[in-house]
């Protein structure tokens, strides 16, 4: 979809909503506020917008609230809410779309984590678990916290060392490569990136 | 029987218990586990959370294999794998636009035929086998049966159980002779991605799940979900209170596996971080029941026979006589 207009001139879409509603193929403005996915989300006590919430904000277009908060950040995607809407709305691939938006301004830890599992599976084709826990510590600057007994794991025989990489692993490169130019021709379409201001 | 088989990155790191009990009581019920050559990550919660495009891409990159090599149905045993290949072939099937371009991306042949199997649709389809094999071995073991969110949610996309009250489970369950007990949190979430980066609210999630479970009667809690298994294995003495026994967690494999009489050894039982013995020490127990009360109906199935021959014996003598 290109959302440049008729000068050549980039155009940021009119609204948060209509932007969401090309990403997904869902209309936000669908929700009527019954509140029934947040009566079921594990994480309602904890984040600051819950999925009712973050529809009202979305019709409400509160880009930055929503894209510079934590909430988004909040899902676990168990999709509790989406299974439950008695309209079949989609809350959760709502949150999806708009983290996908603001990947680069993902909290610390959990962008952090995203980012070393990637890493891992673009260098192997697969995810070693240790090589994960120990970039993710490196990132997040969470050196000395416990996120891991590592030692009891090992003693279990339960990480593995030595990453080997699989034999398509080119293959798998050549996927990411593909997606990210794609985020990127998405991002300077809707003029998000800056460069047709 | 012969099926493909995608274990997935846990199952070849922190969870190979679960892999190896599958593995065992596959060649128990007599299934092939084909394994997809060179597969790769399904991308899991990562990739989906920072683009569409990666999370249906991936996955596909297997399924294709899948298809290349030959295969109708894949079997993923893990519950993020599962959803994710399921959840990229569904996506597919329904946009025309994103399947062009997967395509692309993909540089390869691929039609999207293959199947997407999850554990509990496997062993479903062989409980006639698992009941006559077990032969109630389990009976009176109370376990908990745990879905969470990954393999009945969104329920559009993965059908193949209620969403809200699942059973395949406690059916699979039952057909070992255990009872699955009745109880509220079994789609709940136990917080599964948020293990390494928000610990806090897993052990929040995990401790109401477990107090449940608990108060449900329950002796273990069947997971089939290697992020469920870790969070509430791996993290549990963090989610109970000094003086509260501990809830072994069992993967359904290991279950089905002890139903079959299989050693906990065989399938890597000893990798658990809560103490599995009891659990183990129960199934012998009530094995050795079983085949005591299977021996004794059989004692007196073969008296009643030697009577009934005896009796069939002594009539045509007297008709003789007479
Ligand atoms: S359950 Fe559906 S309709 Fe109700 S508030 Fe949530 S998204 Fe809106
Ligand atoms: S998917 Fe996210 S927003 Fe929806 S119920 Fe689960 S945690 Fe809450």
Redesign the interface.
Known sequence: MSTSGAHGHATAPATLAAELRGKTGQNPAECYQCGKCSAGCPMAVETLLRPHDVMRLIGGDRRETLLEGESIWLCLTCEACTARCPNGCDPARMIDALREMSVARAPRAVGAFHRSFLDQVKANGRMFEFGLVLEYKLRSGKLLNDVFSTPGMISRGLLKFVPSPIKGVADVRRIFAACEREAARDLHASGADGRDQ | MRIGYYPG??L???S?EFDESLRATAVALDVELAEID????C????????????SV??PA?NLALAEEQGMQEVLAPCAACYNRLASASHSLRE?AGLEI?IK????RPFANTVRVRNVMELYRSLIPQITEKSAGRLKGMKVACYYG?LL????GVLAFDD??QPTSMDEICRATGATSVDWNLK???C????S????A?VIR?GRAILEDARKAGAEALIVACPMCHSNLDFRQSAMTQSGETPMPVLFLSELVGMGLGLSARDMGM??H?VNTGPIEKRATETAAQVAAEAAAKAAKAAETAAKATAQAGTAPAGKGVA
């Open positions: 990155c846990s070849h790191a922190t190979r060179d597969w790769s990550c991308g899991a919660t990562s990739g989906h959370a920072t683009s569409h495009l990666l891409a991936l990159r946009d371009k692309e991306i993909l540089a969110c009945v949610r969104p329920p969403a809200e789609v709940e979430c917080g599964g991605a948020f390494l980066s928000r610990t609210s999630l000893k990798r971080f």
